[in-house]
């Protein structure tokens, strides 16, 4: 006798959830559209458009944005082409990286005496050990020699930096490179063709003498290009030929990815077209604030001559060092906390009360992590017994790379606390019960199922380390400097200081055009940079399954 | 199979005595086992007034048993009655829980395992575990099964052991294309046979398991339970579960542990199903008491 409605099941209310949705997506439509004007806004600035003539876009509207456009529609519903694609413009972004990182750190930077004395102390010997634990699995002493080196071979390095300089100063900078970049580099490449697409031994010694052959024959070409040393080639050959190569490779062996090369096809053919059909109409070409200039020289009072070279080079240096410190000091505080540290009794009560203190830290101003830098790391002048330790310098390398990894730290160790956690407790379980001792578990398990977890946490936070100016401000970097530095205890200018100081110039050339073209570039090396982060969690993604 | 009466509840005294003096030459972990020159059914394990407390709350009461060697042993019993902590206590998984405490002997080859001396890790490396839920790890399945022998140092002959064991496990012809493939692939019945050929690959001479089969359909019910009764010629195999006719098919001795923690009656398998001595084993068997 149970009353049942005429229309067989009735109707579940469904009006909150899509009242909920609707906010949800007015919400992110919002925050996209906010973040969407901004990009407009800066490149509209940076790259000049305003003064473009209409000839200009429409010639470009036909040869560029047009067929790339068709191109995204016909890959819209192909997922091996949209894969292809990806991994092309990943690969080439994280090659330029690469490249340009290269040349920073190792051209740059550190010059060949210093590159060739550390290669030959540390980083040869690591990489060997590295390729040998690869292909000898079962060799378990290799994990402690690399570590060994790591630790020796700097020592070593340091005592024996005069003699390998000059050793190398025979060879002369190019002849440094060339050994120690594009040698090791055809090892790489003839390794990669053998291993990952299964050529013969002929055809890996052909990619092998084929790299070595091309960067020689390069050298003449690269001789009448005034702004490109030989040493620079080298570098950009291994660095951005190798990822390219791979990908390029990669992606011709798989015939549903082919159609993927129509991508840089259309970039490349778009813009040789579009800039022959430009000239020849003489149509008004926009006059970019973001050009080769830019990039290469120091700033100035003149806009039209001003440039970020010094402050690209310091916040690479900076980045470089922050991440080395994060990786290494977060890594390990949060694997210690959630593996190590007691969680019950009264030491128990301490983890917790730590983890509550670092959570907090993470919420501190930046501008009080700059005065903490400040105080620790300048206007100091403590003596421990004969020792006196008058702080690292005020706006030194060291010091401003100290201050911004205090400053990511918190959010570092909170998010890798977090992937550490998110491992699920039968696999740690699954591991003791086999025997395993807690660091084989640690090893073997828990990290490896949380390094990309590990690694997003990361790269968010280098993303706020390289954005910070209040903290430089708070420990003295200099807003203008004409050299980029060359050591540790160099003075530098990073890009969002240099920024900053542009945007307070009289001149409105300075505050509209050379600070978006400052701003472009900062995204610009952010973005790059993540594109290398994102590979590599995505190469730990898919080996863990 | 032996049909001396061993360690019911109230002879169990009398019993263990003359179980623990028949080796008595057998002491530290780290000595090498010389199993095949002991006799069928003599004790590998055997727990004397064995107390668990997990916090506050005593989560198994006064436990003597002692467990032969190479037969199978099956652990039943309601839900919540300690089945599984005993057998954590075994191979001192039970030390990974904080709140856990464990009073009383428990000896391996005539050892006290909670003696100070005793190195869990040591231990653990000669009794292996199969859990409640396949926990294969994330990573192929040649790597699961090798897993153990990396983390032991048994890595020669690797290949060859590993197709043993996973032959053993009657998983080799499934699994024989794809060992580079990950092991989450497979499904829960061959994730389980993936697990317990990890635990015997390394050779360990006790196996634990916790309701190996509890998520498996009839059929990798029957192909594990096949293994189980294989494995008893090799080892000894303690296992638990709620299936009373799997405890009376398998295994050669059942102990019956009743909620509160105690262990109620522990014989021969043919004795406990067909005229077990306590009434309430008798009415938990039929089902008239859970
Ligand atoms: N980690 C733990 N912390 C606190 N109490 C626990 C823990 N593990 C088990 N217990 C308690 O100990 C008692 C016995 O648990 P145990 O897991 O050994 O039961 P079981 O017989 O295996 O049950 P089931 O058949 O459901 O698996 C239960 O009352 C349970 O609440
Ligand atoms: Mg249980």
């Known amino acids: 006798m149970a009353t049942r409605s005429e229309s067989g099941f009735g109707e579940v209310s469904r009006l909150r959830g899509i009242v909920f949705k609707y906010l949800t997506f007015g919400a992110s439509l919002v925050g996209i ?55 092309l413009v990943g690969f080439t972004l994280a090659g330029g990286t690469l490249s340009f990182a290269a040349i920073i750190v190792l051209i740059v930077i550190a010059g060949p005496g210093v590159w060739v004395t550390y290669f030959l102390t540390v980083v040869a010997p690591v990489i060997g050990l590295f390729l040998y634990g690869q292909y000898e699995r079962e060799a378990t002493w290799v994990g402690l020699a690399m570590l ?64 070595l052959v091309l960067a020689i024959v390069g050298v003449p070409v690269v001789d009448t290009v005034p702004i490109v040393a030989r040493s620079v080639w080298f570098a950009v050959l291994v660095m951005l030929g190798l990822p390219v190569g791979f990908a390029v490779t990669n992606t011709a062996r798989q015939p549903a990815r082919r159609a993927a090369f129509a991508l840089p096809a259309i970039a490349i053919g778009g813009f ?30 003149l806009p039209a001559d001003a440039g970020l070279y010094p402050a690209v080079i310091g916040s690479v240096f900076l980045i470089i060092l922050v991440s080395i410190f994060t990786f290494v000091f977060g890594v390990g505080t949060a694997v210690y906390l959630e593996e190590y540290a007691p969680s019950s009794g009264l030491l128990g009560t301490v983890t917790r009360l730590i983890n509550v203190n670092i959570s907090n830290l993470a919420g501190v ?7 903490l830098g400040l105080g620790i790391f300048v206007n100091i002048n403590i003596q421990f017994g004969p020792v006196v330790y008058a702080g690292i310098g005020a706006g030194t390398v060291l010091t401003a790379a100290m201050t911004l990894s205090l400053l990511i730290l918190p959010i570092v160790v909170i998010s890798a606390q977090e992937a550490v956690r998110s491992v699920p407790d039968s696999l740690r379980q699954a591991s003791y019960g086999m025997g395993a001792t807690r660091w084989q578990t640690i090893r073997n398990v828990v990290l490896p199922r949380s390094l990309p977890g590990i690694l997003t946490g990361t790269i968010l936070a280098l993303g706020r380390a390289i954005g910070e100016t209040a903290p430089l401000i708070m420990i003295g970097a200099v807003a203008t400097k004409y050299n980029p530095p060359s050591g540790l205890f160099d003075t530098l200018t990073a890009m969002p200081l240099q920024i ?30 993540n594109s290398v982060a994102i590979l590599v969690r995505n190469k730990y993604q898919q080996e863990t399954y | 199979m032996t049909t001396e009466d061993m360690a019911t509840e109230t002879e169990a005294d009398d019993d263990t005595d003359s179980l623990v003096t028949s080796d008595p030459g057998k002491g530290g972990l780290s000595e090498n086992d010389d199993r095949g020159t002991v006799m069928a059914a003599d004790t590998i394990v055997e727990s004397r007034d064995l107390d668990v407390f997990y916090g506050e709350t005593q989560a198994l009461q006064n436990i003597d048993l002692a467990i032969p060697e190479n037969q199978v042993t099956a652990m039943i019993g309601p839900s919540g009655c300690g089945k599984s902590t005993f057998l954590r206590c075994i191979n001192r998984m039970n030390d990974l829980i904080d709140i856990c405490r464990v009073d009383g002997e428990l ?20 009794i292996g575990m199969v859990f409640q839920h396949p926990n294969p790890f994330p990573k192929s399945i040649y790597d699961n099964v090798a897993y153990g022998l990396r983390t032991q140092d048994k890595t020669e002959n690797m290949d060859a052991v590993i197709e043993e064991s996973l032959k053993k496990a009657a998983l080799w012809d499934e699994v024989k294309d794809q060992l580079d493939k990950s092991a989450l692939n497979l499904s829960g019945g061959q994730q389980q046979r993936l697990c317990i050929a990890r635990a015997i690959a390394v050779d360990p001479e006790v196996i634990l398991m916790d309701e190996p089969a509890s998520a498996l359909d009839p059929i990798a019910t029957s192909k594990i339970e096949d293994l189980i009764e294989e494995l008893a010629e090799e080892y000894t195999v303690v296992i638990v579960t709620h299936n009373m006719q799997q405890a009376a098919r398998i295994s050669d001795k059942t102990a019956v542990f009743l909620t509160g923690g105690e262990l109620v009656e522990f014989d021969d398998t043919d004795k406990i199903f067909e005229n077990p001595e306590s009434q309430r084993v008798e009415d938990y068997i039929t089902g008239k008491f859970g």
């Open chain 1, 365 to 371: 101003p930046s501008v009080v992590y700059g005065l």
């Open chain 1, 148 to 211: 060994g080196t790591l630790v020796v071979g700097p020592i070593v390095g340091t005592l024996g930096l005069g003699a390998i300089s000059t050793v190398a100063a025979l060879l002369g900078a190019p002849g440094v490179y060339f050994l120690s970049l594009v040698v090791p580099g055809a090892g790489l490449a003839a390794f990669l063709a053998a291993d990952r697409f299964d050529a013969s031994r002929r055809v890996a010694l052909g990619v092998a003498v084929g790299l």
């Open chain 1, 272 to 301: 040789l077209v579009g800039e022959f059909v430009v000239g020849a109409i003489g149509a008004t070409q926009p006059s970019p604030w973001l050009d080769w200039q830019f990039l290469t020289s120091p700033t100035s009072s």
């Open chain 2, 107 to 126: 000896t391996f080859n005539g050892k006290n395992v909670y003696d100070e001396d005793v190195d869990p890790v040591a231990l653990r490396r000669r």
């Open chain 1, 33 to 87: 559209l906010a973040l969407g004007v901004l990009l407009a806004y800066v490149f509209w600035d940076a790259l000049g458009l305003e003064s473009a003539g209409t000839a200009w876009y429409l010639t470009y509207t036909v040869t560029l944005l047009a067929p790339l456009l068709g191109f995204l529609a016909y890959a819209r519903d192909k997922p091996e082409v949209t894969a292809g694609a990806i991994e």
């Open chain 1, 500 to 529: 900053y100081t542009w945007a307070f110039l009289p001149s409105e050339e300075f505050r509209y055009g050379v600070v978006a073209a400052g701003v472009v570039t900062l995204l610009i090396v952010l973005l790059s940079m």
